[in-house]
């Protein structure tokens, strides 16, 4: 009894395990359409486009490039604006006493940059877009009646704001002076530096003298370039050539300073002859414009040194080697020496001959 009851066991265990196989061979299969969905979602990709707007004002002054030096007291000034509902713009410089030191600093509001209406966002109340202003420095902000501006070092700063707030803003520094200097170039021939000589209105005569690093002149003259007044006796704005000599003064290759200062001129009446009643001739007073002097920089090549003569005139067209002249010249020279050998040798037997005569 027990040995078939244990068989009987077995059997249904088998029979157990024979329908678990059909069962699970008649399941889903999970994996392998998990599988495919995968790869379904793997080969169509959405992409989602997002395109983030940046609020925030900015301005960038495109023209001119700091330092720049203008003779003009008017200038354009170009710049780039975005997200920006009005342009404010600032000049300052620093007053500086006779020693050369700042005892103030100055600001002067410029009048304000405002886009065309028709042009601004309706929802932000902005514009963004380039544009050009004219900066007067004789009349810097009308509508403020400001002060005519002078010779001098600047810093002009632009500000664009929008409701959302202002920008971090652009600077450029530039200069106004009497007189600009700019090299164009170099002689052909003496490879001395020419330079345009720029000037301003009332300025009637430029001093030039190239300088070491001390300050001390180089040339025992300076350059000197004087101004014609208009039939108005007014001198106005232009330009002039120079060539500064520095070949003829043997300077070396490099580069040199140059003091560069301007003159305005007074014409004074003469005085009238007590006796004749007659007025004499006027005369011409010249003062310096602005202090200190301005000092530019000019790039000088020294010309190569002129070939040696060339005294080889009257064998360079026999087409000889130079081992065939050396060789000829030894050959003739122990020629020459053999005969004058050879005449002494003579000149010695004669004597003695004479000398048994007697």
């Given at each position: 009894m027990p040995k078939r009851k244990k068989n009987f066991l077995g059997l249904l265990g088998?029979?157990?395990?024979?329908?678990?196989?059909?069962?699970?061979?008649?399941?889903?299969?999970?994996?392998?359409?998990?599988?495919?969905?995968?790869?379904?979602?793997?080969?169509?990709?959405?992409?989602?486009?997002?395109?983030?707007?940046?609020?925030?004002?900015?301005?960038?002054?495109?023209?001119?490039?700091?330092?720049?030096?203008?003779?003009?007291?008017?200038?354009?000034?170009?710049?780039?604006?975005?997200?920006?509902?009005?342009?404010?713009?600032?000049?300052?410089?620093?007053?500086?006493?006779?020693?050369?030191?700042?005892?103030?600093?100055?600001?002067?509001?410029?009048?304000?940059?405002?886009?065309?209406?028709?042009?601004?966002?309706?929802?932000?109340n902005y514009d963004s877009d380039s544009n050009t202003v004219t900066i007067n420095l004789f009349d810097p902000n009308p509508e403020a009646d400001t002060p005519a501006l002078s010779y001098?070092?600047?810093?002009?700063?632009?500000?664009?704001?929008?409701?959302?707030?202002?920008?971090?803003?652009?600077?450029?520094?530039?200069d106004y002076v009497p007189v600009n200097l700019v090299q164009t170039g170099s002689a052909e021939t003496t490879q001395n530096p020419v330079a345009d000589v720029i000037y301003d209105d009332g300025v009637a005569k430029i001093e030039v003298m190239p300088v070491d690093r001390n300050g001390n002149a180089l040339f025992y003259e300076a350059i000197v370039i004087e101004i014609e007044p208009d039939e108005n006796g007014d001198y106005l704005a232009g330009t002039k050539t120079i060539v500064l000599p520095f070949t003829e003064h043997g300077f070396p290759s490099g580069d040199y300073n140059l003091l560069v200062t301007a003159y305005s001129a007074t014409t004074v009446p003469g005085e009238i002859d007590p006796d004749s009643g007659e007025q004499g001739?006027?005369?011409?007073?010249?003062?310096?414009?602005?202090?200190?002097?301005?000092?530019?920089?000019?790039?000088?090549?020294?010309?190569?040194?002129?070939?040696?003569?060339?005294?080889?005139?009257?064998?360079?067209?026999?087409?000889?080697?130079?081992?065939?002249?050396?060789?000829?010249?030894?050959?003739?020279?122990?020629?020459?020496a053999a005969v004058a050998l050879l005449i002494l040798a003579k000149q010695k037997k004669d004597y003695r001959k004479n000398l048994r005569r007697k």
């Open positions: 088998l029979v157990f395990v024979g329908a678990l196989t059909v069962f699970a061979y008649f399941l889903p299969a999970s994996g392998a359409y998990a599988d495919e969905a995968s790869y379904a979602s793997d080969s169509h990709t959405d992409v989602i486009r997002v395109t983030v707007y940046d609020q925030f004002p900015s301005i960038k002054i495109d023209s001119p490039a700091t330092d720049y030096i203008t003779t003009s007291p008017t200038f354009d000034l170009d710049f780039t604006y975005e997200n920006s509902t009005y342009v404010d713009f600032t000049l300052s410089y620093e007053e500086l006493d006779e020693d050369g030191e700042v005892i103030a600093v100055h600001e002067v509001p410029l009048p304000r940059f405002n886009p065309d209406p028709s042009r601004l966002d309706p929802t932000f001098g070092h600047y810093v002009l700063t632009a500000v664009s704001a929008s409701p959302i707030g202002p920008s971090t803003g652009d600077a450029i520094e530039f001739e006027d005369t011409v007073e010249y003062e310096i414009i602005s202090s200190p002097r301005t000092i530019y920089v000019v790039s000088y090549v020294q010309p190569l040194a002129p070939d040696v003569p060339d005294t080889g005139g009257l064998f360079k067209n026999l087409n000889l080697a130079t081992e065939d002249v050396v060789i000829t010249s030894i050959v003739a020279f122990v020629a020459l």
